[in-house]
Nanobody
Framework: QVQLVESGGGLVQAGGSLRLSCVAS????????MTWYRQAPGKQRDLVAA???????NYADSVKGRFTISRDNAKNTVYLQMTSLKPEDTAVYYC??????????????WGQGTQVTVSS
């Protein structure tokens, strides 16, 4: 079993910043990718940013230049630094991790989500 816990969401004014964190725990052998998604009310869940264990990153066009994803492999933690926030960034942000367990099986686990609200 692998569990993910997100934190750092909240209410911020447009132009402000927030930093999200996501910690993975449990029977983890390795994590190859950690990804942030977001889902606004009535919309599908979309990829925001992803990072591999080697540090390669990928961003949605809508957040390029404003958001930065990083990870601490030793702590099984991924971060999302969000700057120049816009009202359209308002959503529930979810963390996903993919890897292998100590049992030799693969996993893809999700966190419970953290709300980010950007006021205009």
């Amino acid at each position: 079993q692998v569990q993910l816990v997100e934190s750092g969401g909240g209410l911020v004014q447009a132009g402000g910043s927030l930093r999200l964190s996501c910690v993975a725990s449990g029977s983890i052998f390795s994590i190859y990718a950690m990804t942030w998604y977001r889902q606004a009310p009535g919309k599908q869940r979309d990829l925001v940013a992803a990072i591999t264990s080697g540090g390669s990153t990928n961003y949605a066009d809508s957040v390029k230049g404003r958001f930065t994803i990083s990870r601490d492999n030793a702590k099984n933690t991924v971060y999302l630094q969000m700057t120049s926030l816009k009202p359209e960034d308002t959503a529930v942000y979810y963390c996903n991790a993919e890897g292998t367990t100590t049992w030799g099986t693969t996993f893809s686990s999700w966190g419970q989500g953290t709300q980010v609200t950007v006021s205009s």
